[in-house]
């Protein structure tokens, strides 16, 4: 019944418990155990429409005019308003600051073409108008867009320089994860370029992503023994490398980000510097690096 509604378990539950679920005409419960020739009914509510309402939250923005907002988005802010995650979001904040964006993104991601995961730091570029959002997303879609991330792992990566081809999808046993062991794998590539190695500690690393895949960067690092520091999702017990030096998130940073403007047609790229977090954590790893020598 699951797979046949495209709902969830939980959401079937609860209109089971909602008497929502009719079988042979009674309502069921949610022990019950369907048998063949089970004549089943539900009664699945219309969903009641969210108004994402603006919000006067502190925006970096790093350039901006009629079509177009290019911002640096803070680590810890969700990207558009979800289940759980109404209010507070960064669309939320873009509404509170334009008053409108593209509609192409729907009601709940007006004016986005791409997005960063919630711990992830750095520059995104906000469709203002629908024809803006056409001409950026087809950009997104060729993988025609410049983006280098810097990112801290675990450990020493020995090459200066690699590529990693891994493809990727939802996770088989865990759907909020992504992973090779996938049902439906997508081709991903990454590369990446070491920037430093600091001791036997860390390796910080410059990336850019020839795919978009959620979570690609994570999930291809991880896949090759030096995992995101401070990605717990990804990482376990391997995303902290020192006791005394912790990182509450993934140390991802979209550093720059080039396109081709949807107005004048004209090659265009920004880059932000990493977060004053990340780049205190790295000088407790460099002072680490220099007391074990």
């Given amino acids: 019944m699951i797979k046949g509604l495209s709902l969830s378990r939980m959401t079937i539950q609860r209109l089971v418990k909602e008497g929502q679920v009719m079988v042979n005409g009674v309502p069921a419960k949610v022990s019950y155990r369907i048998r063949p020739l089970d004549v089943i009914a539900v009664d699945i509510p219309a969903p009641t429409p969210i108004e994402i309402q603006p919000e006067a939250i502190p925006l970096d923005i790093v350039y901006e005019d009629e079509v177009v907002v290019v911002l640096n988005k803070a680590a810890g802010i969700v990207v558009h308003p979800a289940p759980g995650n109404w209010t507070g979001t960064l669309v939320n904040a873009l509404l509170g600051h334009l008053g409108s964006l593209s509609s192409i993104g729907g ?11 919630k711990g992830t730091s750095g520059v995104m570029v906000v469709a203002k108008t629908d024809s803006a959002h056409q001409l950026l997303a087809k950009q997104f879609k060729a993988h025609s867009v410049t983006r280098v991330y810097q990112t801290v792992v675990a450990g020493t990566i020995k090459k200066s320089q690699g590529t990693i081809d891994l493809p990727i999808g939802r996770d088989m046993k865990e759907r909020k994860k992504m992973s090779a062991r996938t049902g439906k794998p997508r081709a991903s590539v990454t590369k990446f370029q070491v920037v430093e190695r600091v001791g036997k500690i860390v390796t910080i690393l410059e990336i850019r992503p020839q795919t978009g895949r959620t979570h690609q960067i994570r999930v291809h690092l991880s896949s090759i023994g030096h995992p995101v520091v401070g990605d717990v999702v990804y990482g376990g017990r391997h995303a902290h490398v020192l006791e005394n ?5 993934p140390m991802l940073h979209a550093a720059v980000l080039g396109f081709v403007h949807p107005a004048n ?4 790229e920004y880059e932000v510097p990493i977060p004053k977090d990340m780049d205190t954590c790295l000088a407790q790893f460099r002072e680490a690096a220099i007391a074990v020598k």
Avoid: K
């Fill in 245 to 249: 030096v912790t990182f509450d998130r």
């Fill in 265 to 268: 047609q004209q090659y265009c």
């Fill in 107 to 117: 009601r709940e991601r007006p004016g986005l073409v791409h997005r960063l995961d």
